[in-house]
């Protein structure tokens, strides 16, 4: 797929949501190309800086830029052909089939009613390949198990041909092996990646840059050997943390703790 990479920085950034401040004064910038983890407990922010990153949420503060310029003065379908993302929680009012579905990420290329051409097919097919959801084309997308939706889903956003992919929870409902599959292929797309992750292990294997987040700030930002140390992961987690295994597949064995 011809995929380019775009950096992308926040200077500043805080989001409000109702009466919470959920986000506060974090401030980060990820290389054209690199893969950013971002990591932190439930309630941290994650989601909520996956959606200010691609203009879902208005900050009260700060700023987003991509390639140097503001997120705000990116018109939209410029936005859509820069930046795709894979939410949590898709919603869908009716059964499309996964061709289908996987052909709406080429939406922002095309003027309103045009039709498909072929260079939209061979996209789709090859954003199915990479997402390891070929065999799945024909099948009505309500039919597929929680795992298949989710790489129908990636595929959709690898058709945008995107710079920057944001991901949030890209391995919700995948199997092992199926996380360790996705995040690989993710890995070597060659685009610039800012993914939500719970998984600490896949974190620091495959990320260039994590960001950690609690209670809405930044707690560390940069390699993954300096940012999930035993004593920030006790400290932001709660838990007592070792690396184990071989240096080029570390997992972490955790136990709870007390931080302080």
């Known amino acids: 797929m011809g995929v380019g990479a775009a950096a992308v920085e926040a ?10 401040l959920v986000l506060r004064d974090v401030a ?28 879902s949420l208005a ?18 379908r410029a936005l859509g052909q820069r930046v795709a993302v894979l939410r949590q929680e898709p919603e ?9 579905l996987v052909l709406l990420g080429r939406s922002p290329y095309k003027g309103l009613l045009a039709p498909d051409g072929p260079a939209d097919a061979r996209v789709v097919a090859e954003s199915l390949a990479l997402a390891d959801a070929s065999e ?11 795992g298949e939706k989710q790489r129908v889903l990636l595929a959709r956003a ?42 600490l292990d896949l974190a620091q294997r495959f990320a260039d840059r994590v960001l950690m987040l609690h209670q809405g700030r930044v707690a560390a930002f940069g ?3 300096e940012v999930l140390t035993p004593a920030r992961i006790l400290e932001v987690f709660g ?6 295994g071989p240096p080029d597949a570390p997992a972490f064995s955790v136990r709870p703790g007390e931080a302080g």
């Open 59 to 76: 900050p009260e503060a700060g700023s987003v830029r991509l390639d140097g310029a503001p997120l705000s003065s990116i018109p939209r």
């Open 136 to 146: 799945l084309a024909e099948r009505g997308f309500l039919t597929l198990s929680g």
């Open 28 to 55: 980060f910038a990820v290389p054209a190309g690199a893969f950013c983890a971002v990591v932190g407990p439930n309630g941290s922010g994650k989601t909520t800086l996956v959606r200010a990153l691609y203009r």
């Open 11 to 20: 200077e500043g950034l805080s989001v409000r949501l109702g009466e919470r």
């Open 158 to 199: 690898l058709a945008q041909e995107p710079a920057l992919l944001l991901l949030d929870e890209p391995t919700n409902h995948l199997d092992l092996r199926h996380q360790l599959d996705i995040v690989t292929r993710i890995r070597n797309l060659g685009c610039t990646v800012v993914a939500a992750l719970h998984q």
């Open 92 to 100: 869908l009012a009716f059964d499309f089939s996964v061709r289908e």
């Open 223 to 225: 390699p993954p050997d």
């Open 239 to 244: 838990v007592r943390a070792e690396r184990v």
